[in-house]
């Protein structure tokens, strides 16, 4: 295995926001094979409870983004936080979400993953076991489709108004939505790895605390 390719990908996958190109159209193939990629991803049980609602369409993309945009009152709050704080890199990462908010509906792709279950008054086992089966594959697809030359961002805030969404694209009422995942062909292809905690600083051997 190229591991040079590899952790290339794996360390430069940032969340797009600025840099999507919103005016060129992605395949239905591409997507497609993204999402073959994906269902690789592990599952509890190999249940494969999943199931992926590809929105392209421009009138259900725009009511998607209204509703994402309801919630954005809550990037607001963040970056206002951040800000009183003198957290600049944080300030920045939510004025950036809200600018995004305002052009959502024109990313030509809105991709909501999906599980079946729900996780009112769910133990931890259930919670983990559920949220397990889908987020594995849905950062596979991101993967895939970094590598493509297309961009992503996991996004949650419409999920406020996950049920008026399930309305909207038909999801029956067994079914969770994750996240919602715009797509899109970036402008350029260089990213660069984030900033974060040291690793040493987070890890533990053996025994909580003891590095
Ligand atoms: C669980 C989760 C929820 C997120 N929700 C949103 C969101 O609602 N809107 C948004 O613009 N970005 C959202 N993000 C993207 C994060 O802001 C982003 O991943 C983070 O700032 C780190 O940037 P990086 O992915 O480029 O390293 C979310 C990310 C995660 C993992």
């Known amino acids: 295995m190229d591991t040079n390719a590899t952790d290339l990908l794996l360390t430069?996958?940032?969340?797009?926001?600025?840099?999507?190109?919103?005016?060129?159209p992605v395949p239905r193939e591409l997507i497609e094979e993204c999402l073959r990629i994906a269902i690789q991803a592990p599952t509890g049980g190999n249940s494969q409870g999943?199931?992926?609602?590809?929105?392209?369409?421009?009138?259900?993309?725009?009511?998607?983004?209204?509703?994402?945009?309801?919630?954005?009152?809550?990037?607001?709050?963040?970056?206002?936080?951040?800000?009183?704080?003198?957290?600049q890199a944080t300030e920045r990462v939510y004025q950036s979400a809200i600018d995004f908010a305002e052009v959502l509906h024109k990313?030509?792709?809105?991709?909501?993953?999906?599980?079946?279950?729900?996780?009112?008054?769910?133990?931890?086992?259930?919670?983990?076991?559920?949220?397990?089966?889908?987020?594995?594959?849905?950062?596979?697809?991101?993967?895939a489709a970094r590598?493509?030359?297309?961009?992503?961002?996991?996004?949650?805030?419409?999920?406020a108004k996950e049920k008026e969404a399930a309305e909207l694209l038909g999801i029956p009422d067994d079914f969770?939505?994750?996240?919602?995942?715009?797509?899109?062909?970036?402008k350029g292809i260089d990213f660069k790895p984030a900033k974060r905690t040291p690793v040493e600083e987070v890890t533990y051997w053996d025994h909580w605390g003891d590095n």
């Open 50 to 87: 999943w199931r992926w609602v590809v929105v392209t369409d421009a009138d259900v993309r725009l009511k998607l983004a209204e509703l994402y945009r309801s919630q954005a009152g809550i990037l607001e709050q963040m970056r206002k936080r951040a800000k009183d704080n003198g957290d």
């Open 12 to 24: 430069t996958t940032r969340a797009v926001r600025r840099r999507l190109d919103l005016e060129r």
């Open 176 to 186: 969770i939505q994750v996240a919602l995942i715009p797509v899109a062909y970036t």
């Open 107 to 143: 990313v030509p792709v809105l991709l909501i993953p999906c599980i079946q279950g729900r996780v009112n008054n769910a133990s931890n086992p259930e919670v983990a076991g559920l949220y397990g089966s889908i987020i594995p594959a849905a950062w596979s697809f991101m993967l």
């Open 147 to 159: 590598s493509r030359g297309l961009g992503t961002v996991w996004t949650s805030i419409h999920l």
